[in-house]
Structure formats: structure tokens, C-alpha cells
């Protein structure tokens, strides 16, 4: 059994940026390894009851984007992208010798997923996409795209306005934000564990704000919707129904227009269901991967 390091190992990107990783569970086996793809401004620590899971019995890779998790932020914020951290993934899969891979994004993650399929599908075997959308998030509120393209200005400017926005991080930490997370959906009052959120509102507070106007930009912009009915691997969606980050609906469209999809809603959860209702959300994707041969 090789469990990870206390410190990450590091692949490089293309453009030379340093890339943290870490590898759990066995050397080898028969079965396939599983790319895990984390949440908008999250990190790997934000996978714990997953890692455990899935580690025991087969290798799990975990990377952190470029500027998160304690990385230095990249030198050009310009490669701060849905694109370039879809082909850091494939940066980081190719180091560790151990593609393809069941590729398991998270809520912004799916896009990435997404994204790495499109750009390097033989490094993929299989896509697990949880509480996710294809892309163009603000479309469920409108579609209109000069809309999207000032959203993604605005939230550009403000990041580089790193004075202003410094003073602003430190309110991810207040229990307003938690508040704001239970009413929207992004986690559940009662059954998401208080470790975890704050957690992700810790990291958060401390990001570079250049780096969270980037992502953010690039969340808002980014589709790959083109790509949905091109994906020619098993395919599993996961949804909570109390979700209004990532609505069942967009849920319900992946499952449609990829070929080879399944869907499994969760009643009464929301955005973070992996962590709210982990041996349930396990057994779905154990099933999925055993039925699939993975």
C-alpha cells in the first residue's frame, strides 16, 4: 500500500508552472485509478471521506489547481482558466505513469472534467460528474451573454484591485457566508459537517484575490456543453435536488445528451452531498464502477 506523502509531489504544466499532487492507496492492481477534480476556490483537503473510500482499495491521484490549496499563485493570471487546468490535469495524470483514469469532478470541477475530456480523451476511462453543470452558470438566471460578460469583468477588476479585495476575503469566514451557503442550497444546515465548510471558507480567505477573480471570470464564461454528446465513456451524474448552485435540471441535461449516461438525484441534499451523505453517494459510484468493469 503506497499512502501519500506529508508533502505533495510536484508535475509541471506546460508553461512550467509547478503542479501539487499527492497519490493514495496501491502501487498497481487491476483496478482502474481514479483523477479527482475539485470544487471552484476548493482544494484536496475538501475530499477526505472520498480519498479514505477509495484509497483502500485502488490508487486515487488529488491535485490542487494552479494558486490554490497553499500554492503560489501562477506568474501569468491569464493561465488561470477552465482550459488550462483541464490540461494541467492531464499535466498531473501523465507524471504519475498512471492514466487513463476515472476523471471524478465536483461542482466547478465538472467543467474541467468536461474540458479534459474534450482536449485529452485517452486519458479518461470514465466520468463521475457530482452537483455539477456543463458550463455558463449564470445562465440559470439569465442567458444573456453581455450579462455573463460583465459578471466576468467585474469580478476580473476586482481581483486586481488587491487592496480592496483583502479587505473584503476575510467575510467567507463570517457566519453570514454560512447563512448565504445553507439558503442557497450550497450545503445542507443539518447534515453537511461544520469541519468541511469551514474549511472551504477558510481557504477561500486566504487565496490570492487575482487568483479568485481569474477562476471565477472563467468559471462564468466557460461551456462545454459542445462537448456533452461527443463523450464516449461511461458516464455517472450525481445531483441533490435542494441544489440551486447546479440545479437537477442541468443535471438532467448532461444525462440526456451524453450517450452513455446515468443520473442519480439525491432528495432533500444539496451541493455538497459527497460529504453530506458519503457511504451513500460511495455506494452509488462503487455500483457504477463495478457494473462498468472499472
Not at 137 to 148: A, C, E, F, Y
Request: hydrophobic residues 45%.
Amino acid at each position: 500500500m503506497r499512502i501519500a506523502a506529508d508533502r505533495p509531489e510536484v508535475a509541471l504544466a506546460v508553461d512550467g508552472e509547478p503542479l501539487a499532487y499527492r497519490v493514495f492507496g496501491p502501487e498497481g492492481g487491476a483496478l482502474a485509478p481514479i483523477l479527482t477534480v475539485h470544487g471552484l476556490l476548493s482544494s484536496t483537503s475538501h475530499w477526505p471521506y472520498f480519498i479514505d473510500h477509495y484509497s483502500a482499495r485502488r490508487t486515487v491521484i488529488s491535485w490542487e489547481y494552479r494558486g490554490h490549496g497553499g500554492t503560489l499563485a501562477p506568474k501569468e493570471m491569464r493561465s488561470v482558466t477552465v482550459e488550462q487546468f483541464a490540461d494541467d490535469a492531464h499535466a498531473v495524470l501523465t507524471a504519475t505513469g498512471r492514466g487513463p483514469a476515472v476523471v471524478v469532478g465536483l461542482s466547478f470541477g465538472v467543467q474541467v472534467a468536461l474540458e479534459h475530456y474534450r482536449r485529452h480523451p485517452a486519458d479518461v476511462r470514465a466520468l463521475v460528474l457530482i452537483c455539477g453543470t456543463y458550463g455558463h452558470p449564470l445562465d440559470r438566471l439569465t442567458s444573456n451573454g453581455r450579462v455573463r460578460a460583465a459578471a466576468a469583468g467585474l469580478v476580473r477588476a476586482l481581483g486586481r484591485r488587491e487592496g480592496i479585495a483583502r479587505r473584503l476575503l476575510p467575510i467567507a469566514r463570517t457566519r453570514l457566508v454560512r447563512e448565504l451557503a445553507f439558503l442557497t442550497g450550497g450545503a445542507h444546515r443539518e447534515h453537511c459537517p461544520p469541519a468541511v465548510l469551514d474549511g472551504l471558507l477558510e481557504h477561500v480567505a486566504n487565496l490570492d484575490p487575482r487568483v479568485i477573480g481569474a477562476i471565477t471570470a472563467s468559471y462564468f464564461e466557460h461551456s462545454a456543453e459542445a462537448v456533452l454528446p461527443t463523450v464516449r465513456v461511461p458516464t455517472l451524474i450525481i445531483a441533490g435536488d435542494k441544489d440551486e448552485l447546479t440545479p437537477v435540471a442541468r443535471a438532467e441535461h448532461m444525462a440526456r445528451t451524453i450517450p452513455d449516461a446515468e443520473l442519480r438525484v439525491f432528495p432533500g441534499h444539496s451541493h455538497l452531498v459527497q460529504v453530506e451523505r458519503p457511504r451513500e453517494v460511495h455506494e452509488v459510484i462503487d455500483d457504477f464502477l463495478q457494473r462498468r468493469g472499472l
